[in-house]
């Protein structure tokens, strides 16, 4: 459902998206409204896009493994990155085309937030630590809060060095 309102009203998508399906991630690009993604149930590889702010949607790409977050980049409106599995699928064309990166070794990935401001900077929230890439997903560090279970991310869009964690158990 779209509300254009706060939420006061609600209406369906006009086509594109199976009539029975549940969506279970809908993302969309802070500077662009009009760009979103979304993935059908918790299994789902399909990654749909709609470039008219959700009225319509289309299969941009069936993965191999069960996607579990879209992260559209912020700092360039065709840039979106995916968790699928065990690897990072990166798109620079809206997700037209996909690159795979591997994640770093024996890690399991929670979350992923790209940076507002530069576009191959990424943060992973994984079962053992931050990780950043400053490179699109090519390499990783480890930055912080190892041995850590990071299940969310966010950067403050005020002050972009500045990076929160949530985590689980601690």
């Given at each position: 459902y779209i509300s254009d309102d706060s939420g006061a009203t609600w209406k369906q998508p006009a086509s594109g998206l199976p009539t029975i399906s549940q969506v279970a991630i809908v993302a969309t690009h802070s500077n662009n409204l009009t760009r979103a993604y979304a993935t059908l149930d918790i299994a789902a590889r399909d990654v749909y896009a709609s470039t008219d702010g959700g009225q319509t949607w289309a299969m941009v790409q069936r993965f191999q493994e069960p996607v579990s977050f879209i992260a559209p980049s912020p700092a360039s409106a065709g840039l979106v990155y995916t968790i699928a599995g065990f690897?990072?699928?990166?798109?620079?064309?809206?997700?037209?085309?996909?690159?795979?990166?591997?994640?770093?070794?024996?890690?399991?990935?929670?979350?992923?937030?790209?940076?507002?401001?530069?576009?191959?900077?990424?943060?992973?929230?994984?079962?053992?630590?931050?990780?950043?890439?400053?490179?699109?997903?090519?390499?990783?560090?480890?930055?912080?809060?190892?041995?850590?279970?990071?299940?969310?991310?966010?950067?403050?869009?005020?002050?972009?060095?500045?990076?929160?964690?949530g985590t689980l158990g601690s």
């Amino acid at each position: 459902y779209i509300s254009d309102d706060s939420g006061a009203t609600w209406k369906q998508p006009a086509s594109g998206l199976p009539t029975i399906s549940q969506v279970a991630i809908v993302a969309t690009h802070s500077n662009n409204l009009t760009r979103a993604y979304a993935t059908l149930d918790i299994a789902a590889r399909d990654v749909y896009a709609s470039t008219d702010g959700g009225q319509t949607w289309a299969m941009v790409q069936r993965f191999q493994e069960p996607v579990s977050f879209i992260a559209p980049s912020p700092a360039s409106a065709g840039l979106v990155y995916t968790i699928a599995g065990f690897t990072i699928e990166r798109s620079s064309d809206g997700g037209r085309t996909w690159q795979q990166f591997s994640l770093p070794t024996g890690e399991a990935p929670m979350y992923l937030v790209p940076h507002p401001v530069a576009p191959n900077t990424l943060y992973l929230g994984t079962s053992n630590g931050v990780y950043r890439s400053l490179d699109g997903a090519k390499t990783w560090s480890l930055i912080g809060l190892q041995e850590e279970e990071v299940a969310a991310l966010s950067i403050s869009p005020a002050d972009p060095s500045q990076v929160y964690a949530g985590t689980l158990g601690s």
